[in-house]
């Protein structure tokens, strides 16, 4: 699908955010910005986390979209809450591409941003997919503001905060 990064070839504004369920509480900590340009980075960054629980990855582009990522020994689960992003993002279009998504560029021109992914890949962890969904849907709001909204939804929104407060975010 060969969309340009952007802006102007560099690495976007937003952040990365791993967050990590053990023994019963949540722990969230800062991604490498690598990882809002490439989907490879985030999910190597994301396995090399050593926990006994699950772990995953918000990624917040630009505040134009979201990604979670949660790497499994089955596979990378997956969603992007924009599949449009991939006209203009080079993460968007690697993600559809990891999707298998049977979507042109050219299906993606003059359309309303719609997700693409898995979005059961958080229900096991206490977010069902119907309320996933509800968010997905909420388009007045940032990804930031999504992202949020998830982290209040499952319960680790101070966690959260903390590492945002300390990107200055």
Known sequence: MG???????????????????????????????ASLNSL????????????????FGLLDIDDEFFVIVRPAPSGTRLLLSD????????????????????????????????????LGLLSDMGLPEAVLSVILDETDLYADEQLGRIARE???????????????R
């Open 40 to 55: 490879s980075a985030a999910e190597k960054e994301l396995c090399d986390i050593r926990s006994a629980g699950a772990v």
């Open 154 to 168: 499952m319960g680790f929104a101070d966690e959260l905060s903390a590492v945002l407060d300390n990107l200055n």
């Open 3 to 33: 969309a340009q990064s952007a802006p102007a070839q560099g690495t976007p504004d937003g952040f990365g955010v791993a967050v990590i369920r053990e023994d019963g509480k949540w722990r969230c900590a800062p991604m490498r910005r």
């Open 83 to 118: 599949a449009t992003a991939a006209l203009d993002y080079d993460i968007a279009a690697e993600i559809l591409e990891q999707l298998d998504a049977d979507i042109e560029p050219d299906d993606l021109d003059d359309v309303d941003p719609f997700e693409e992914g898995d």
